[in-house]
């Protein structure tokens, strides 16, 4: 190519970029977008959007850009253009409409650590066959009949732990119980065991970094939690060749007690596969979890009412196996006729708000109350914003869990039905696999703490969205042992 020719190449590509630039500008200036502001170029206004801020709020951020703009505002979020929607209506249509009108799309960071295959990426049909195995391996009847005594077993397991008048962090103990129950629940592995304590050693850098900035150089967060990633993968295909290795010999017979013994048993899936499925499902399974039961204990010391009211509950529990001539383990019965502490459980996820937004993408372009949300946009439906919004919850800023009594959800005063707002676990064909469990285990945790403690905040400390939600501190608290009449 002469030089003439090479500047002419430059000057059409150029000039073509500009063409496609001025379309694409023309395109958008037709658009009915929301308003909004998209501030600095690449950034846009990330920075501002994952300031921490109190997880009882909506954040400086949402809050300025609600009061400016409404309900639905358009940003630069996450590397791109965004449609971020505080609005019941949208959230919902968003996340009814998956695989039609809009996706699942987290930033790629969360691909590269918890996989390709993980859960949380996957689209598609090899989305809902993942989705079918761990419906299937979380089912109502696997709940009843495995998961509910391993529940209780992993809690009094913890609680026993816990000394009188003792001072320690609530948001580790909590974190000690999930991990227990999922790693059980996963791979058989007990606690207190060596591999398990390994596995949860790699699995904390792990998690440190899933939630830092996905920044892959020596020395950081993320590459560390990479390489944490990788340790814990070779951990679980060895399990998984142990298993398959006994079959072989003859010396066991492939169960489908956990969860890898069921997909070796019941799909076909790859090893990469399974590897990123186990992952996945000990992440999801193990942090959500543990929040919510810290959240649950951080609500609770600020509110005796509640615990006056949990206690009689949970003594008449007791009471009335012992009358019975019942065993004292927890049954499914039992744990139906936990009703005040659903309507705990159901406060703790509103106000707390465990997740606080989920990552979608336009796959087509869409029109919605009067705004065009453009293809190929992000569009993040942020559920804490509506579970905070006093036209959908009467005084959302109280922790108040008996607006959950008698209709199930309706604001107590202003009588307009919440139930239908209310997504802590998303919504749609991609509501949380574990909603049962999840709820589950903060019930029987509850149980147990209300039956043998009194506890104080040690320190004072506080919920942030991070916006994953965290005590800055650990969450100190003191407990006293008491023994109640029952
Ligand atoms: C309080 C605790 C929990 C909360 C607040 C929670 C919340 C959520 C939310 C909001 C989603 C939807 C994500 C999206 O649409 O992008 C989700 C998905 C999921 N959760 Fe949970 N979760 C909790 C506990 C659990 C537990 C205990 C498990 C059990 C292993 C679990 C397994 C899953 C799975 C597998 C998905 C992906 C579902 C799919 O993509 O089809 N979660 N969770």
Partial sequence: ??????????????????????????????????????????????????????????????????????????????????????????????LQNEGRLFECSYPRSIGGIL?????????????????IISLNFLSNARLKTHLLPEVEKQTLLVLSSWKDNSTFCAQDEAKKFTFNLMAKHIMSLDPGEAETEQLKKEYITFMKGVVSPPLNFPGTAYRKALNSRS???????????????????????????????????HSNLSKEQILDLVLSLLFAGHETSSVAIALAIYFLQACPTAVHQLTEEHVGI???????????????????????????????????????????KAIKDVRYKGYDIPRGWKVLPVIAAVHLDSSH????????????QNN?????????????????FGGGPRLCAGSELAKLEM?????????????????AD?????????????????????????
């Fill in 1 to 94: 190519m002469s030089d003439l020719e090479f500047f002419l190449f430059l000057l059409s590509s150029v000039f073509a970029l500009f063409l496609i630039f001025n379309v694409i500008k023309a395109k958008q200036n037709t658009l009915n977008l929301p308003p909004g502001t998209m501030g600095w170029p690449f950034i846009g206004e990330t920075i501002g959007y994952l300031k921490p801020y109190s997880a009882t709020s909506v954040g400086e951020f949402m809050e300025q850009h609600i009061s400016r703009f409404g309900k639905i505002f358009k940003s630069h979020l996450f590397g791109g253009p965004t449609i971020v929607s505080a609005d019941a209506e949208l959230n919902k249509f968003i």
């Fill in 115 to 131: 996989g390709k295959w993980s859960m949380l990426v996957l689209v598609g049909d090899m989305h809902r066959d993942m989705r």
């Fill in 231 to 265: 340790t814990i993968l070779k951990f679980i295909e060895r399990k998984m060749e142990e298993r398959v290795w006994k079959m072989k010999e003859g010396r066991e017979s492939l169960e489908d007690d956990d969860l890898l013994g069921w997909v070796l048993k």
């Fill in 318 to 360: 007791v009471k009335a196996k012992k009358q019975s001539g019942e065993s004292p383990e927890l049954t499914w019965d039992d744990y139906r006729k936990m009703e005040f502490t659903q309507c705990v459980i159901n406060e703790t996820l509103r106000y707390g708000n465990v997740v606080r937004f989920l990552h979608r």
């Fill in 393 to 404: 919850f009467d005084r959302p800023q109280r922790f108040d869990p008996w607006r959950w």
């Fill in 408 to 424: 199930g959800g309706s604001s107590s005063s202003s009588g307009a039905t919440v139930n239908n707002n209310y997504m802590p």
């Fill in 443 to 459: 019930a029987l945790f509850i149980h147990h703490l209300v039956l043998n403690f009194r506890w104080e905040l040690a320190d």
């Fill in 462 to 486: 506080q919920a942030f969205a991070f916006p994953f939600v965290d005590f800055p501190k650990g969450l100190p608290v003191k407990v006293h042992r008491h023994t109640l009449n029952h």
